[in-house]
């Protein structure tokens, strides 16, 4: 097999998927609050209008749950601080254990 360039895990097939998935979670966060001009971060409900300052989180891990990774119910808007306050604390027992985002959610 010959070498190629790039990245031969993301094909524009997989990347396509991914952003419409992302895509996804935020309209789904959207009506789930009710709201037609803001996405909210569901940890500390931070209001914004754009999804520039807002991550899409899989609550299942994207690696370890593959017939998840684009369900668009297995993802969680988080604005970028609490995201990385979630990955920080939990670091990478969040892998395994899909639990602990819930619990980190129910925490305020």
């Known amino acids: 097999m010959r070498w190629k360039a790039g990245n ?46 807002l991550h899409a989180h899989h609550r299942k891990s994207w690696q370890k749950f593959p017939q998840d990774r684009y369900d668009r119910s297995n993802g969680c808007v988080l604005c970028i601080k609490c995201h990385n306050a979630f990955h920080r604390k939990y670091k990478f027992e969040a892998l395994d254990n899909p639990k602990l985002l819930e619990e980190y959610l129910e925490k305020k």
């Open 8 to 53: 031969r895990w993301k094909t524009r097939k997989t990347e396509l998927r991914y952003k419409v998935w992302r895509k996804n979670v935020f309209e789904l966060n959207r009506a789930k609050r009710g709201l037609r001009k803001f996405y909210v971060c569901e940890k500390c409900n931070k209001r914004l209008k754009t999804t520039r300052a």
